[in-house]
């Protein structure tokens, strides 16, 4: 549903600030600011997806979970097709997803999200033995799912 509405608003928000900026400094002036929007954005996408992957690879490399650098690529990617979307507002919402001083902010709200979705709203704490999963009591750690072993490499 969300989703059938923005498809459907954000059209009409970008071709009112489209407008509105045309008035503003005139029409050419407003195509030509798409135009290096765009090239701008694409260049930036190129640079920091590169970063993302070269991130992704040292830490598949030295064997831990890549959870920031995959969050990373997947904002990347959708502020790309932001940027190459052409208009002012998913430009604007495009360039706060991908450069990386604000992608921390935006990696955070979709931390949020997805434990929103996934987990019932439950975010999981830094310390895994205070976690507590979706079907256990408020005072569980989960102790009793832990299974003792040695692992042999």
């Known amino acids: 549903m969300l989703i059938a509405v923005l498809l459907f608003v954000?059209?009409?928000i970008e071709i009112t600030?489209?407008?509105a900026v045309g008035q503003l400094i005139g029409v050419w002036p407003t195509i030509t600011l798409l135009v290096l929007e765009s090239a701008l954005g694409a260049w930036i996408v190129r640079r920091e997806g590169?970063?993302?992957w070269e991130a992704l690879v040292t830490a598949l490399q030295t064997g831990r979970m890549p959870s920031r650098e995959l969050s990373d690529a997947a904002l990347i990617l959708v502020g790309g097709v932001l940027l190459l979307t052409p208009g002012f507002v998913t430009d604007l919402?495009?360039?706060v997803v991908v450069l990386p001083m604000t992608?921390?902010?935006a990696r955070r709200l979709l931390e949020r999200v997805v434990?929103?979705?996934l987990l019932g709203g439950i975010v999981p704490q830094a310390d895994p033995a205070t976690w507590r999963g979706p079907g256990?009591?408020?005072g569980s750690t989960g102790a009793g799912d832990t299974i003792r072993g040695d692992v042999i490499d």
């Open 136 to 138: 256990e009591p408020h």
């Open 93 to 95: 919402v495009g360039f």
């Open 10 to 12: 954000m059209p009409l």
């Open 115 to 117: 434990a929103q979705r």
């Open 17 to 19: 600030a489209v407008i």
């Open 50 to 52: 590169g970063r993302a």
């Open 103 to 105: 992608r921390p902010v």
